[in-house]
């Protein structure tokens, strides 16, 4: 008997080793890997510069703290700024983490603004992550039932409609922002067309709301454009990233633009691991550049 816990449905089959767009499995077998880790192996498996730059900085710093100044990160964050139009990130290690960090940067908003009960918007069939504040905004109850309580400050709307957004803001005095993301994955493959996307960057900026988008999935060069709201024209005020980020090095980033930078300083978040030196250090790994095909990663940017 397995003494992993058991959460998850698991096929019948392990991997063993993987180069490209293929993995093979501990019998010898072969596969087209065409889940990529769900999102993740940006550069696909082995990649030749990856491999030699984590390697190197293996060998020389794995982990420091954030206590001190973490080179890799500096560049990192200037390059994903460059990128993402925004202004500063947060590092931590995974999507969810992203996540917590723009709702806590949503309600520490709110709380400057004298709102005592800071609430997002948030959508039907959304995916933001496991932990309680991430399935809470979720709008799958199958990740939510048997967790109950919910945490509390979030409505929910169907996505694509516009109006319903509307609706809340004329009702709801405690709204400081809009969580979504720009193609649904988990949901399913939702998008609406690039006028929704507008509209709600409008609908933000007509009552002072953060616009956050989820680009844990849908970031990193999926669509052809480094990030999902590249696509449809609009610049929102915070964006998340994880999965490529790392092309299988785990990092997660919170990104802050607009009227989103500059609201946390020391003490207000953190992470033991966030950024760390072996997870930054694949941003100086390879080429990159926007284009053509899914690529992303630390490694890569
Ligand atoms: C859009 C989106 N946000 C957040 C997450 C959570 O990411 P993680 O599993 O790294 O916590 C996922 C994972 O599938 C996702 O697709």
Redesign the pocket.
């Known amino acids: 008997m397995s003494h992993v816990m058991n959460t998850y449905a698991r096929l019948p089959v392990a991997f063993s080793h993987g180069k490209g767009s293929r993995v093979t499995d501990t019998e010898g077998r072969e596969y087209l890997d065409a889940l990529s880790g769900?999102?993740v192996n940006t550069l696909g498996h082995a990649h030749p510069k990856l491999v030699a730059a984590i390697a190197e900085q293996a060998g020389r710093l794995i982990h420091t703290s954030n206590l001190y100044g973490v080179t890799g990160q500096d560049k990192l964050a200037d390059k994903l700024c460059a990128l993402s139009g925004m202004q500063e990130v947060f590092f931590c290690?995974?999507?969810?983490?992203?996540?917590e960090a723009a709702i806590k940067l949503a309600r520490f908003y709110g709380h400057k603004k004298g709102i005592e009960l800071p609430t997002l918007i948030v959508m039907d069939k959304?995916?933001?992550?496991?932990?309680m504040a991430?399935l809470s905004a979720t709008g799958n109850y199958k990740v939510q039932v048997g967790f109950e309580p919910l945490v509390a400050g979030f409505v929910r709307v169907p996505y694509g409609d516009l109006d319903a957004i509307r609706a809340v803001a004329e009702h709801h005095r405690n709204i400081v922002g809009v969580m979504l993301?720009v193609i649904?994955?988990?949901g399913g493959i939702h998008l609406r067309d690039a006028a929704y996307y507008r509209g709600v960057r409008e609908i933000c900026d007509a009552h002072e709301w953060l616009m956050i988008c989820?680009?844990?999935?849908?970031g990193m060069g999926r669509t052809g454009k480094w990030f999902g709201y590249q696509q449809v024209g609009v610049q929102p005020d915070v964006a998340?990233l994880?999965?490529g980020l790392g092309s299988g090095v785990?990092i997660?980033a919170c990104m802050a633009g607009g009227r989103a930078a500059g609201l946390f300083g020391p003490g207000n978040h953190g992470s033991t691991f966030g950024g760390k030196p072996l997870a930054c250090t694949g941003s100086e790994g390879g080429g990159g550049g926007e284009g053509g095909r899914a690529r992303g990663g630390a490694g890569c940017l």
Request: proline fraction near 3%.
């Open positions: 769900i999102a290690n995974s999507g969810c983490e992203a996540n959304s995916f933001h992550g496991r932990t991430t993301e649904q994955g988990e989820d680009e844990v999935q849908c998340t994880a999965k785990p997660g």
